[in-house]
């Protein structure tokens, strides 16, 4: 078993019992297990526990189950982000197109929205002002 000391940057919540976790590290670890709601602030110092068979990040006394998530994107919306229809195509200011291909339906509307792309399981998906579909890329 490995253990490494962390300083945790930021919760993203992706569903409702679902968090993802940002480390100063730059890493992402998403949420395996929806028995804890973690209401840490960040920057808050964290443990990251490797073993054989699982990760989890400790955070006072809390364990919760991670896995690691690669290739995360943050980006940009250019423009207005107006919610999720079903089939949404969103520029970003990376110069990425990406189109919904989730029946999320979903009316909200903010300018040059922050955007985290992330694939989880066989999935990609795009969580933008709190609100989460699934994605592809088409440019």
């Known amino acids: 078993m490995m253990s490494f000391n962390k300083i945790l940057e930021k919760i993203i ?3 409702r019992n679902k968090h993802l976790f940002k480390l100063t590290d730059g890493s992402y670890w998403m ?5 804890l709601t973690p209401s840490y602030k960040h920057m808050a ?4 526990i490797e073993n054989e068979a699982k990760c989890y990040l400790q955070i ?5 189950v991670v896995s690691p998530l690669y290739n995360v994107i943050e980006s940009q919306i ?3 982000f107006k ?3 079903g089939n949404s195509s969103y520029h970003l200011k990376n110069g990425q197109t990406w189109k919904e291909v989730s029946a999320v339906y979903h009316r909200q509307c903010e300018l040059s929205s922050n955007v985290l792309i992330y694939k989880y399981r066989k ?4 969580c933008v002002a709190g609100t989460v579909a699934m994605v592809e890329n088409i440019e």
């Open 83 to 85: 919610g999720w229809s």
């Open 31 to 35: 949420q395996e297990d929806s028995i």
């Open 13 to 15: 919540e992706v569903d």
């Open 60 to 64: 006072n006394d809390e364990k919760i």
């Open 123 to 126: 999935h990609t998906y795009m």
């Open 45 to 48: 110092e964290v443990q990251l």
């Open 78 to 80: 250019s423009g207005f």
